[in-house]
């Protein structure tokens, strides 16, 4: 049986632990203001929050219920629409969407609701800016979102002197949030110390935002491992300059990092750029590896970063460098049934540096036409080290071994840059699809060279 809190009830199920949770919120407990749209994470339309035990606390994200198999909400609390609502009143999200007229034909709203709800009841001080950031997930095809901005600001200004570290204390002591909240972490905690799922797995579903759009009937129809048995493949932790990143870890937690944004520059933004808020909390790091998009965003970073994988099969671990790692098309040097367990990688030092570009048809939310990455190390204009990885143009993310070697030893310059785009455009082969001609990904990877060096350099590039 997977049992879990439903708002505010305790809820034990036997249905098939892949079926979506989207689906069993609605077609078999009968709550319909999770809407069902996309089916991709792409529109918002599901969006629920998760509550998960944390010394004694429940930490609160919001997550896209249409790509969470239900064995992934074992042990925890999932709060749809329904759940917020207060006996005499709407809650604060509520009332500043409607004062605002942030909403018209509806349908979208809950979605809204509950990502706004999430930022009320995350840890972080509350800014505009993060409010907005967490409904970029959410599409609404009426208001034009100045209505939903405007929103935004109002909810901003009643978080204000929101207690950070305990934030569902505060909200329900506020009358913003209904009073069971109080009572979750005792019945999640009562779960936890008494109910367990047999380990008869057949596959390992860490995130499955990819998984459950490509293959949804084959992970409905599966045995699946609950999360729980991964839960030790989530941290994220440091040996000296070394970061060694769980594979279950999301893109969430490597955002919530401190020392590893402070040691890459710029990779706040860069992993700003992968996906929404929604996803970033459930999608894996061990996910976007194995998945092999060739547009893979945090493949390519970690491919300049000289990345190595570690995986465990029947007890047995393998380590290999990730850009050994792809065989062809979708294809891994992996074995049925391996399960990629830690990334590693030397943080960049004082003498490298990093960068990452990327193409795509809109800058948020969209996949890249063309991506790179670039960590070079530089000593008196001449480089000492280089490498360039590059997505979009080849069967595989691709690290630019050619690229990165001719670089080693030449001294910065334009026409430098020239002739280490002639080795590049040899190097890869694009194909042309829905993101792009042959032609256009060629010129495309060029400008990303050029902006790595034009970003890094600019006295050394007009």
Not at 28 to 51: F, H, N, Q, S
Not at 178 to 203: G, R
Not at 206 to 225: C, F, H, N, P
Request: proline residues 4%; charged residues 20%; contains cysteine.
């Amino acid at each position: 049986m997977i049992q879990f809190i439903l708002n505010n009830r305790l809820v034990e199920t036997d249905k098939k632990p892949g079926m979506s949770l989207l689906d069993y919120i609605r077609y078999e407990v009968g709550l319909p203001g999770t809407k069902v749209g996309c089916r991709e994470g792409d529109c918002g339309a599901c969006t629920v929050l998760i509550g998960e035990l944390n010394n004694n606390k429940v930490d609160y994200k919001s997550i896209v219920s249409c790509l969470t198999p239900l064995v992934n909400v074992h042990g925890k609390h999932v709060v749809t629409i329904e759940g917020i609502n207060l006996e005499n009143d709407l809650t604060p999200v509520q009332k500043a969407m409607a004062e605002n007229a942030a909403t018209q034909c509806g349908f979208c709203t809950p979605g809204f609701v509950m990502s706004f709800t999430g930022f009320c009841m995350n840890h972080e001080k509350p800014t505009t800016s993060r409010a907005i950031e967490s409904v970029a997930g959410n599409i609404c095809r009426c208001t034009g979102y100045k209505s939903i901005q405007r929103a935004a600001e109002d909810i901003t200004r009643l978080m204000q002197d929101k207690d950070i570290k305990n934030p569902v204390d505060w909200l329900v002591s506020k009358g913003y949030l209904p009073k069971y909240f109080l009572s979750i972490p005792d019945k999640l905690a009562e779960i936890h110390s008494k109910t367990e799922i047999p380990n008869n797995s057949e596959i390992t579903v860490a995130g499955g935002t990819d998984l459950m759009v490509q293959k949804s009937d084959i992970v409905y129809e599966s045995t699946i491992r609950p999360t729980k048995e991964i839960e030790h493949l989530q941290k994220i932790k440091f040996e000296n300059q070394t970061c060694i990143i769980g594979g279950a870890a999301t893109v969430t937690s490597l955002l919530q990092t401190e020392k590893l944004l402070q040691s890459i520059d710029g990779l706040r933004d860069y992993l700003m750029l992968v996906s929404s808020e929604p996803v970033r909390n459930i999608a894996t790091i061990a996910g976007n590896i194995v998945n092999a998009s060739p547009i893979a965003d945090l493949s390519i970073m970690l491919l300049a970063l000289n990345a190595q994988i570690s995986s465990e099969i029947d007890g047995k671990v393998n380590t290999q460098p990730l850009d050994q790692l792809y065989t062809g098309y979708k294809q891994l040097k992996l074995q049925k049934g391996e399960l990629i367990t830690e990334i590693r990688f030397e943080l960049p030092n004082a003498n490298q540096q990093f960068n990452f570009e990327k193409v795509s048809k809109r800058q948020y939310l969209d996949i890249a036409s063309v991506n790179s990455a670039m960590v070079i190390k530089v000593e008196n204009n001449t480089i000492t080290d280089c490498r360039i990885s590059a997505g979009g143009v080849a069967p595989i993310p691709l690290y630019l071994q050619e690229t990165s070697q001719f670089l080693i030893g030449k001294k910065i310059s334009e026409q430098l840059f020239d002739e280490a785009n002639d080795v590049m455009q040899n190097e890869i082969s694009p194909i042309g699809d829905v993101r792009g001609t042959v032609e256009y990904k060629r010129l495309l990877l060029k400008q990303l060279l050029f902006a790595h060096f034009a970003k890094l350099f600019p006295d050394k590039m007009n």
